[in-house]
């Protein structure tokens, strides 16, 4: 029974900033890719950001590149979000996902269905 909870949604102004927490409980991801993926409304889900397990390498999506920073902590069994200047094209909701596949164990997955956990997603709002 692992879950893993999205938290640290909410409305912000754009300009403003916002960090969103995964907190895994009932197993370990420590072995397992982590992304971050979003779904704004009438669009299909797209991924944002992730992070391997191994090496903690890292990867955006152009959009996001030098305002969203992914990291993990393996300890407190949580990946974060930090997302910096945010705009309204930023307006979704945001899921956490582990990708526990060996294939992927030294790259980041960015297609959505190569990830095999999700969380139930938390509302990011950026308005003008």
């Known amino acids: 029974q692992v879950q893993l909870v999205e938290s640290g949604g909410g409305l912000v102004q754009a300009g403003g900033s916002l960090r969103l927490s995964c907190a895994a409980s009932?197993?370990?991801?420590?072995?397992?890719?982590m992304g971050w993926l979003r779904q704004a409304l009438g669009k299909e889900r797209e991924f944002v950001a992730g992070v391997t397990w191994t090496d903690r390498s890292t990867s955006y999506t152009d959009s996001v590149k030098g305002r969203f920073t992914i990291s993990r902590d393996n300890a407190k069994n949580t990946v974060y979000l930090q997302m910096n200047t945010l705009k309204p094209e930023d307006t979704a909701v945001y899921y956490c996902?582990?990708?526990?596949?060996?294939?992927?164990?030294?790259?980041?997955?960015?297609?959505?269905?190569?990830?095999?956990?999700w969380g139930r997603g938390t509302h990011v709002t950026v308005s003008s």
């Open positions: 996902a582990a990708d526990c596949s060996a294939s992927t164990d030294f790259r980041v997955s960015v297609r959505p269905d190569e990830y095999d956990y």
């Open positions: 009932g197993g370990t991801f420590s072995n397992c890719g």
